[in-house]
């Protein structure tokens, strides 16, 4: 099935953002598109999204550059192959870039055109994505990791945590994690508006705080998991993405929480993070450390590894190169997986199938910048990853993603698998 044109065009993101769509129509006529997100605490590893930085245009975040990328770099070398040859086709455009970050053409234009390459080839065969990329073996439903509170780069700096987020662990069905978090995330709103501290939501959905510490924030979800009618730890547990690495100097060594107008030193960190750990029913933490911070990695991990998941976000950038040093040097037990950070569905499959090998959890995640796509929840199921990070209950460019597990569920019928916790440590 030869692809016959692409084209690619600027649409926008969930915070009204410009970012890259492209369209790639095979011979017999079908069409795929390919939705590109975007990140506002992005890693310093991560590969380049390409932008114009023209203030007159768009206040800079324009991709014309990256359109033009597609049209007359990509385009006239990607026409005329086959599109069920996706290997073959990203092999070939990371070639085309010819830089380790991608930063020539953009990984933002080599993505747009990678997805959309995989959405037509799913469209000809006549199937589901997630059949397509999983050629048939994806029936796991992920356990959603779903942010109750949004903070950091996501709601200026109001808490210095960036996710707060819940992982309904007494889900037996997917179903159940629908309806856990649902009641928890309602409840934790009716406890906000009582304490006259409701002032809307954050980039991601989640509530946007106005507290005196980080620490106030989990008493919040304590309170908000036990009025909704469950016990802490049992049915709802607490999972955390410190986003640390924008916390932290590399010039002086030191932790700062802005918010808390508090300085940390390394392992003064690192000891904070554990306590957490020890103190809160938290069963997860992402960057608890800094991307260059190896040495306080090696230690959570060996504190609180074995009962706690340790996600490296920051840390791998998705990196199949990192993964590989981040696993031998045990760093973590966790890989956060986002497209946009490495540039190819077939590197994105790469990193996956490396973590599993592992041993190790593969976290499928959105973009705090996401648009109505659910790509990602198709590459969860897919993959057989098991978890999925998508932000929080409200909002449609969040919420399209936990609904499109649903639809999946129902295609997949009596052959979908849910295990609940059991993917989780400890
Ligand atoms: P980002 O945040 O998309 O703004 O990078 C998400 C995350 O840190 O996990
Ligand atoms: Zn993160």
């Not at 053409?105 to 990329?133: D, H, P, Q, T, W």
């Not at 918010?259 to 690192?270: G, L, N, V």
Request: aromatic share 8%; net charge negative.
């Amino acid at each position: 099935m030869k692809i016959q044109s692409i084209a690619a065009y600027q649409i926008y993101d969930s915070r009204g953002v410009p970012t890259i769509e492209a369209e790639v129509t095979l011979e017999n006529g079908m069409r795929g598109y390919g939705t590109v997100p975007s990140g506002a605490s992005t890693g310093q590893f991560e590969t380049l999204e390409l932008r114009d930085k023209d203030r007159t245009k768009f206040r800079g975040k324009s991709v014309f550059k990256a359109i033009g990328n597609v049209e007359r770099e990509i385009a006239p070398v990607i026409v005329g192959r086959d599109a069920f040859d996706q290997e073959g086709i990203d092999r070939q455009m990371v070639e085309l870039d010819g830089t380790p970050s991608k930063s020539r053409l953009g990984a933002n234009a080599i993505l747009s055109v990678s997805m959309a390459v995989a959405n037509a080839a799913a469209k000809a065969r006549g199937i589901a994505l997630f059949e397509y990329l999983g050629k048939g073996e994806g029936t796991l439903l992920p356990l959603p990791e779903i942010q109750i509170i949004g903070g950091g780069a996501h709601a200026n700096w109001r808490t210095d945590v960036q996710d707060f987020l819940l992982i309904a662990t007494g889900a037996k069905t997917y179903d159940d994690v629908m309806e856990i978090t649902h009641n928890v995330y309602h409840a934790a709103g009716d406890i906000l508006r009582e304490k006259g501290k409701y002032f809307g939501i954050a980039d991601e959905g989640g509530y946007w705080p106005e507290v005196g510490s980080n620490e106030e924030v989990f008493e919040w979800m304590l309170g908000a998991i036990r009025q909704a009618g469950y016990t802490p730890g049992k049915e709802a547990a607490i999972s955390l993405d410190i986003a640390a690495s924008d916390l932290y100097d590399e010039a002086t060594g030191k932790y700062a929480f802005r918010m808390e107008k508090r300085e940390f030193s390394r392992d003064e960190f690192a000891e904070m993070m554990i306590a957490w750990c020890r103190k809160y029913p938290i069963v997860s933490i992402e960057d608890p450390a800094a991307d260059v911070d190896v040495e306080s990695w090696k230690k959570i991990r060996a504190a609180v590894g074995d009962r706690v998941q340790l996600i490296g976000d920051d840390l791998f950038t998705t990196n199949v190169a990192r993964i590989r040093t981040g696993i031998e040097q045990n760093l973590a037990n966790a890989v956060l997986i986002k497209l946009n950070q490495i540039g190819t569905v077939t590197e994105t499959l790469e990193a996956i199938r490396m973590t599993q090998q592992a041993g190790w959890r593969p976290v499928i995640s959105a973009r705090s910048g996401e648009t109505e796509d659910a790509f990602i929840s198709h590459l969860a199921v897919a993959t057989n990853a098991g978890q999925l990070k998508v932000g929080s209950w409200a909002r449609s460019e969040r919420m399209c993603k936990w609904n499109e597990v649903i639809r999946i569920g129902r295609i997949l019928g009596q052959r979908a698998r849910f295990i609940g916790k059991a993917i989780l440590p400890g």
